[in-house]
């Protein structure tokens, strides 16, 4: 099917002032949290306890100039109140800074804990579509980054460059104050040049550590990719393939980053000769004051010490800037996540849905997963509450398909699926849902426990309730014989079991959720003959009474339903119970016949493989 670029959400598309203050807007509702007045507080004790410390920071060479001015008129005079007050002033800039931070940490957090949770609960509700498209890897680093990202703007901006900008605003004031323009002069003059020099070059850096995020996010999904595949690698001997493909993604990741360290060294060779230029003019001004007599030697260590004061964070802003820059980057990533469109919404004014049997009943379906690729052709069948009805058909015939709109997943383009005669583009999604379990062909379990995996069809279901449901499936006994029985791991995706064992805790699942409408999507396709008789008889024994529908393979599984639709090119070509099938002589006694030969033929090669042995 034609698909969107699964990494569309994840370019730096836009990237820019505009796309950077949207990404600010978009944060800022979580630093200001409606209803949590504390937060709020705590956000404006933050900023009352930034003011003080860079109130007090700027006074402190104020201070050390009294002091060394009373040393060069009275040497044997020790000023010591105003060394105390100068040390006192030094200790109580540091703690208004660390304080502000301990009062602000609990914002951050919790500022990174809702953006990290909405991510995640939003990606739940996309649709099926973008996560067949999406490739996980990049999805994980775009959301582990993008929090990162938040706790980094939040600690440098806002306790970095805010207060930077406030003590530059605040000496340029008292230079002016104190002395003539020119010191002020020179001073804003050099900071507004070492500015506008970081900003042009950080944002021509920018395309650079763009592209190391998008290589760095390649590199990642195609190792997950290649390590979630494994026994397929090792099946077609394809380790130096893969290999291959994981190390042109580290090329292009070399590259980008060769690039964005050498554009790095040249920023920061910059910075330093515009600092120096601007700190040289300002001590020849000040050594000249001091000559001609207008300057003491306090105002010249006063100056050398705002100079210094104002260049150790100047120079540390380059950094922090270009971070900052790759924060904003990192966390558009993550909030374009945000912005992807549920494909399925609840409509509004929708209920939860009704049961009153569980009726199922699909009326002239038609669906493509694409305008140009048709799918289904007006289907139309009816599933009595408490009735079973199969779906047979060659692959690609449409049957899979079905549970999904079913589960709506989908929605359909013509016609409309009715459960009880509600719409089930009319009732909320979790209530649907919930009326419907499934067992389906590709049994993927969670990286835990047996247990786990079970009780996951009803979170909180007692140990003897999971047991029951594994006994329906067929499973209890084994799982018993293992060391650690229901607390044995069952591996990244369930790969430490077979796929038998697989396909039966999928269907303990399922049993455990007690839901009123079934559907085995090939649920015995895994399992031996023996094993797929005796789950039979168990799949009956849950399915009694309950609405059921069953998309099947193999002919053998479905004699016993009370209808079978036999689709064919996504149209129903034939329907009935399996003795009128084989009657009609048609597609379904076909497919029955080649079964059977296809048995049979098995059957006596097995025979004579016992025989020559």
């Excluded at 980008?256 to 001590?283: C, E, F, P, R």
Aim: glycine share 10%.
């Amino acid at each position: 099917m034609r698909r969107r670029d699964p990494s569309s959400w994840d370019k730096g598309r836009g990237q820019g002032p505009g796309a950077d203050w949207s990404t600010l807007r978009t944060l800022f509702p979580y630093l200001w949290p409606p209803g949590e007045p504390e937060l709020r507080l705590r956000v404006v004790m933050a900023m009352i306890l930034l003011v003080a410390a860079k109130g007090v920071g700027v006074g402190i060479p104020l201070l050390y100039k009294q002091a060394v001015d009373v040393l060069s008129v009275s040497p044997v005079l020790v000023p010591l109140a105003l060394l105390a007050a100068y040390g006192a002033a030094r200790v109580m800039a540091g703690s208004f800074a660390e304080l502000r931070d301990i009062v602000f940490v609990k914002v951050a957090q919790r500022a990174i804990r809702k953006v990290g949770l909405g991510v995640f609960t939003h990606l739940h509700r996309l649709g099926l579509r973008f996560h067949l498209d999406r490739q996980t890897g990049g999805v994980s680093r775009a959301i582990e980054r993008g929090t990162k990202g938040i706790e980094f703007l939040l600690n440098f901006m806002l306790f970095n460059i805010l207060p930077t900008l406030l003590e530059i605003g605040l000496v340029t004031a008292i230079l002016w104050g104190l002395y003539d323009g020119v010191f002020a002069l020179i001073t804003a003059a050099t900071i507004a040049v070492y500015i506008a020099f970081t900003l042009g070059v950080t944002e021509w850096r920018t395309k650079f550590r763009r592209a190391m995020n998008e290589t760095d996010s390649e590199a990642s999904t195609k190792a997950i990719d290649s390590l979630l595949n494994f026994e397929t690698v090792k099946y077609f001997c394809n380790e130096a393939h893969e290999a291959g493909r994981y190390d042109k993604a580290l090329a292009r990741y070399e590259y980008a980053a060769s690039k964005s360290k050498v554009t790095l060294s040249l920023l920061n060779m910059g910075q330093g000769a515009v600092i120096a230029i601007g700190l040289t003019l300002v001590m020849i001004r000040a050594a000249e004051g001091v000559a001609d007599g207008t300057m003491t030697l306090g105002d010249f260590v006063l100056v050398n010490a705002y100079l210094i004061q104002l260049y150790l964070p100047l120079n540390f802003l380059g950094f922090v800037y270009r971070e900052i820059k790759q924060s904003l980057t990192d966390m558009e990533s993550m909030f374009r996540l945000l912005r992807e469109n549920a494909e399925i919404e609840d409509s509004p004014g929708s209920k939860p849905l009704a049961l009153a049997g569980g009726e199922v009943r699909f009326d002239g379906v038609t669906f493509g997963y694409n305008p140009d690729r048709r799918i289904l052709g007006g289907v139309d069948f009816t599933i009595p509450a408490g009735n079973t009805l199969a779906i047979v058909g060659p692959s690609g015939a449409g049957k899979s398909t079905l549970s999904r709109l079913l589960f709506r997943f989908y929605d359909v383009n013509g016609g409309a699926i009715l459960i009880d005669g509600q719409d089930i583009r009319q009732v909320t999604q979790g209530s649907l849902r919930a009326a419907i379990g499934i067992v389906p062909q590709d049994t993927v379990l969670f990286n835990d426990t047996i247990r786990y995996n079970i009780a996951y069809g009803r979170p909180g279901a007692a140990q003897d309730e999971v047991e029951e449901a594994a006994r329906l499936a067929r499973i209890h006994d084994f799982v018993q014989s293992l060391p650690q029985g229901y607390d044995t791991r069952v591996g990244e995706r369930g790969l430490k079991l077979s796929g038998g064992e697989k396909q039966r805790v999928a269907i303990a699942r399922t049993i455990l959720k007690r839901p009123s409408i079934l559907i085995f999507d090939e649920a015995t396709s895994a399992l031996d003959t023996q094993t797929e008789k005796e789950i039979q008889e168990s799949l009956r024994e849950v399915s009694r009474d309950r609405t059921t529908l069953i998309v099947a393979h193999r002919l053998s599984t479905v004699v016993d339903a009370d209808e079978i639709v036999v689709l064919d090119g996504g149209r129903i070509v034939e329907r009935g119970r399996h003795a009128q099938l084989l009657e009609a002589g048609g597609h379904y006694a076909a497919m029955w016949r080649r079964q059977q030969e296809a048995q049979t033929l098995q059957q006596r090669l097995a025979t004579e493989l016992q025989g020559a042995e």
